[in-house]
């Protein structure tokens, strides 16, 4: 992988699994990482800003005690189904959309946002034109209103995955335009504090069956490497992508050798 060595990197999410994973990875490489979460990370970081992703106001604020330009935003933060429809929707999708945007100014040439969405989107082509819709407002709060207007059916994770995943491909061309690139990782379960409320959103049986069908769960390292690859030289050409992460079952599952699971 290209040098890591002084460039910087915006990571939300780095307090805990994939996201600290990230940022332990880029500081051993010698990159500059400034940390956007609720928590202190535990690595350390160049500059930590404690930020409310659920609230528009808390994101400008944080970037406002945040200077100069970045190599990547890394938007790893999420938050599971186990938290209130509205913030859940609020942190996984609008704060992934509001941060992409507000960094535009930020990133140095050649620039890239990664984003981590899920597998749990899969399901986005069944729903595409309400997420077109909410993905048509301007701002944060306008999406906030959408959401409020429109209640999705379902687990509210997987609608903002879906929207996440949504705008990642939808934000390919645009970006490239400005001479950026926009990809998403999409993992399956990760060994992660998140995962025991996934067990209870989404089914102990489908979490643990597939952990008994791939031997494990992906470790944060699996994913992190990926979020880089996806932010280095290397990737140049990939653009509006979402790359899946999953072991295998994402494939097993889009070529209908097995069936979808039910989250
Ligand atoms: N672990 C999995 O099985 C899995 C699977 C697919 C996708 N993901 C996605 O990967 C990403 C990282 O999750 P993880 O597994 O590392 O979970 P995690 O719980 O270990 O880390 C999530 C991080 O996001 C931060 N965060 C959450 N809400 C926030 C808010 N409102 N403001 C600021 N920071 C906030 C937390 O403080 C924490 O540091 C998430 O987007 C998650 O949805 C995880």
Same mark, same amino acid.
């Given at each position: 992988?290209?040098? =890591?060595?002084?460039?910087?990197?915006?990571?939300?999410?780095?307090?805990?699994?994939?996201?600290?994973?990230?940022?332990?990875?880029?500081?051993?490489?010698? +990159?500059?990482? #400034?940390?956007?979460?609720?928590?202190?990370? $535990?690595? +350390?970081?160049?500059? &930590?800003?404690?930020?409310?992703?659920? $609230? *528009?106001?808390?994101?400008?604020?944080?970037?406002?005690?945040?200077?100069?330009? !970045?190599?990547?935003?890394?938007?790893?933060?999420?938050?599971?189904?186990?938290?209130?429809?509205?913030?859940?929707?609020?942190?996984?999708?609008?704060? #992934?959309? &509001?941060?992409?945007?507000?960094?535009?100014?930020?990133?140095?040439?050649?620039?890239?946002?990664?984003?981590?969405?899920?597998?749990?989107? !899969?399901?986005?082509?069944?729903?595409?034109?309400?997420?077109?819709?909410?993905? @048509?407002?301007?701002?944060?709060?306008?999406?906030?209103?959408?959401?409020?207007? &429109?209640?999705?059916?379902?687990?509210?994770?997987?609608?903002?995955?879906?929207?996440? /995943?949504?705008? /990642? &491909?939808?934000?390919?061309? @645009?970006?490239?335009?400005?001479?950026? *690139?926009?990809?998403? #990782? %999409?993992?399956?379960? #990760?060994?992660?504090?998140?995962?025991?409320?996934?067990?209870?959103?989404?089914?102990?049986?489908?979490?643990?069956?597939?952990?008994?069908? =791939?031997?494990?769960?992906?470790?944060?390292?699996?994913?992190?490497?990926?979020? %880089?690859?996806? @932010?280095?030289?290397? +990737?140049?050409?990939?653009?509006?992508?979402?790359?899946?992460?999953?072991?295998? /079952?994402?494939?097993?599952?889009?070529?209908? $050798?097995?069936?979808?699971?039910?989250?």
């Amino acid at each position: 992988m290209s040098a =890591l060595s002084g460039k910087r990197f915006l990571v939300t999410g780095s307090a805990s699994g994939i996201g600290l994973s990230v940022a332990e990875k880029l500081l051993a490489a010698g +990159a500059e990482v #400034v940390s956007l979460d609720r928590n202190e990370p $535990s690595a +350390a970081v160049t500059q &930590h800003v404690k930020v409310d992703l659920a $609230s *528009r106001e808390s994101i400008d604020a944080a970037l406002e005690q945040v200077d100069g330009t !970045f190599d990547a935003l890394l938007s790893v933060a999420g938050v599971p189904g186990t938290a209130p429809a509205a913030t859940v929707f609020a942190v996984n999708a609008l704060a #992934v959309r &509001h941060l992409a945007e507000a960094f535009l100014e930020r990133l140095n040439p050649g620039g890239s946002v990664v984003v981590v969405s899920s597998t749990a989107g !899969f399901g986005f082509p069944q729903r595409l034109e309400a997420i077109r819709e909410v993905l @048509a407002t301007d701002t944060f709060e306008e999406g906030v209103q959408w959401f409020a207007d &429109h209640p999705q059916e379902g687990n509210a994770y997987n609608w903002s995955k879906e929207v996440a /995943t949504v705008y /990642t &491909h939808s934000m390919g061309l @645009a970006f490239g335009d400005m001479g950026f *690139r926009i990809n998403g #990782v %999409l993992p399956g379960p #990760v060994q992660t504090p998140i995962l025991e409320d996934f067990r209870e959103t989404m089914g102990e049986d489908t979490i643990d069956g597939l952990e008994e069908l =791939l031997g494990r769960h992906a470790t944060p390292e699996d994913i992190a490497d990926v979020v %880089l690859f996806l @932010a280095s030289e290397e +990737a140049r050409w990939i653009n509006g992508e979402c790359i899946t992460v999953d072991g295998g /079952t994402g494939g097993a599952v889009v070529s209908g $050798s097995v069936p979808v699971p039910e989250f």
